[in-house]
């Protein structure tokens, strides 16, 4: 857990560091995060129309993520991303099984009656993430409360998504005309009825997935080259021609 909210641009790199990390050295990593300032993120090949006046009227943040996907408003959630070389948990389907199953372990620790998203049930059609449910999602009430994405790579797999702790996705109906966000998600406070605590939240996560994987959690922050090697990538994450998928 980072000790403060990072930028869209920060933690995009950090995860990405990771991803490669895990790739060379067959190391996994499960990390859990916050944003600062809210911030709007696109999949990696999403072509989407921002409303970039809207964005900068409120004071939002704009990354384009290294996952696939559609669009997410991040403010208050928790984030987690794992990234973990395929066969340490089984093949690229069962991985992501099992990273849900673990998700759902934890919330339903918490109280959280949280039921799995049938096969087939997202069409792929609207740009954003939570305005329907891709098959293995978490959904309470038929309404969308983890949305993840994906990359695979080198035999290495990096998921990361957003369990939203309060308010919903509308605000991407602002900030992207015809996104398709309406009410299709739900948040913790609205399903428990008070807002989770950090540590809380964080704890019954990480519990879960110790349990579920059958592994120990070593908690630690970043090695220095790994630092380093997501100071580099931020660059990467704030350039215009990333962002923009400019030519």
Same mark, same amino acid.
């Given at each position: 857990m980072?000790?403060?909210?990072?930028?869209?641009?920060?933690?995009?790199?950090?995860?990405?560091?990771?991803?490669e990390h895990?790739?060379?050295?067959?190391?996994p990593?499960?990390?859990?995060?916050?944003?600062?300032?809210?911030?709007?993120?696109?999949?990696?090949?999403?072509?989407?129309?921002?409303d970039?006046?809207?964005?900068?009227?409120?004071?939002?943040?704009?990354?384009?993520?290294?996952?696939?996907?559609?669009?997410?408003?991040?403010?208050?959630?928790?984030?987690?991303?794992?990234?973990?070389?395929?066969?340490?948990?089984?093949?690229?389907?069962?991985?992501?099984?099992?990273?849900?199953?673990?998700?759902?372990?934890?919330?339903?620790?918490?109280?959280?009656?949280?039921?799995?998203?049938?096969?087939?049930?997202?069409?792929?059609?609207?740009?954003?993430?939570?305005?329907e449910?891709?098959?293995?999602?978490l959904?309470?009430?038929?309404?969308k409360l983890?949305? !993840?994405?994906?990359?695979?790579?080198?035999?290495?797999?990096?998921?990361?998504?957003?369990?939203?702790?309060?308010?919903?996705?509308?605000?991407?109906?602002?900030?992207?005309?015809? !996104?398709g966000?309406?009410?299709?998600?739900?948040?913790?406070?609205?399903?428990?009825?008070?807002?989770?605590?950090?540590?809380?939240?964080?704890?019954?996560?990480?519990?879960a997935?110790?349990?579920?994987?059958?592994? !120990?959690?070593?908690?630690?922050?970043?090695?220095?080259?790994?630092?380093?090697?997501?100071?580099?990538?931020?660059?990467?994450?704030? !350039?215009?021609?990333?962002?923009?998928?400019?030519p």
């Open positions: 980072e000790p403060e909210a990072l930028d869209g641009a920060w933690n995009m790199a950090i995860d990405h560091a990771l991803f895990a790739q060379a050295t067959g190391q990593a499960l990390r859990f995060y916050r944003w600062d300032p809210a911030t709007l993120s696109l999949g990696r090949n999403q072509a989407a129309r921002v970039a006046e809207a964005l900068a009227a409120r004071g939002y943040g704009l990354v384009r993520r290294p996952t696939g996907g559609m669009a997410v408003f991040h403010d208050r959630e928790l984030t987690y991303s794992v990234a973990v070389p395929v066969g340490l948990i089984g093949s690229p389907r069962e991985t992501y099984q099992q990273i849900n199953a673990a998700l759902l372990d934890g919330l339903r620790g918490l109280g959280v009656g949280a039921q799995v998203a049938t096969e087939g049930a997202a069409t792929g059609r609207l740009a954003s993430c939570f305005a449910p891709a098959a293995g999602e959904l309470v009430d038929a309404r983890v949305g !993840s994405a994906q990359r695979y790579e080198n035999r290495t797999l990096l998921q990361h998504g957003s369990i939203l702790i309060e308010g919903d996705q509308t605000e991407i109906a602002a900030l992207i005309p015809d !996104s966000a309406g009410e299709a998600a739900i948040g913790l406070a609205q399903v428990l009825g008070r807002v989770p605590g950090w540590n809380e939240l964080v704890g019954a996560l990480a519990t997935f110790a349990v579920r994987l059958g592994i !120990s959690l070593a908690p630690g922050g970043l090695a220095p080259e790994l630092v380093a090697r997501a100071t580099e990538l931020r660059r990467h994450y704030l !350039s215009r021609e990333w962002t923009w998928r400019l």
